[in-house]
């Protein structure tokens, strides 16, 4: 028998987080249509599950008022973290911070400050994002944009903080 490790690499995971349940609502009413392929539902339902966290079925809705009714029904499951991704710009069916505004308890802007930050320094559109972050009881709600790249930049950001985060929604007062 050798130590040396195998060279199969284990999965990357922050134990912080691991058996928490996480939603994931996709706010685009082509993809909800069939016109096409949703791309960043499987994004974000990989860095969930690389994170530890449990995730739901991705829900594919169309823009507007069905976003609302997603998050709500996630709500009734008490998950962890629910993020969404599209519908954040300034289309006029873009109304997914108006969806999720009324929503959340707190709102944490230091998070969405980041993302955009970040996001800027790539392309100045990812200024035009009008997306929310914050809590509905113990529960992290994030608004992504609706590109695979936007996604990625913010999960990018959320990275570092997101088993603090829990932690501290839940009760834990760790520093």
């Not at 507007?64 to 962890?80: D, F, K, N, S, Y």
């Not at 969806?99 to 200024?127: C, N, S, V």
């Amino acid at each position: 028998m050798s130590n040396h490790p195998s060279n199969t690499a284990a999965p990357h995971v922050h134990g912080e987080v691991q058996g928490r349940k996480a939603g994931v609502v996709i706010a685009s009413t082509r993809a909800a249509s069939g016109v096409y392929q949703d791309e960043t539902g499987p994004v974000i339902t990989d860095w969930l599950a690389e994170h530890g966290f449990v995730p739901y079925p991705v829900m594919v809705v169309p823009d507007g008022e069905p976003v609302g009714a997603a998050i709500r029904a996630l709500l009734t499951q008490e998950p962890a973290v629910v993020i969404t991704s599209g519908g954040t710009g300034l289309s006029p069916d873009d109304q997914t911070p108006e969806m999720t505004l009324p929503l959340l308890d707190r709102e944490i802007p230091g998070i969405m400050e980041g993302i955009r930050q970040f996001g800027t320094a790539k392309t100045p559109h990812a200024m035009l994002s009008r997306g929310h972050a914050g809590s509905a009881g113990r529960t992290f709600i994030i608004n992504l944009p609706g590109s695979p790249k936007g996604v990625m930049d913010g999960l990018s950001v959320l990275d570092p903080v997101i088993g603090h985060l829990c932690d501290q929604l839940e009760g834990g007062h760790g520093h």
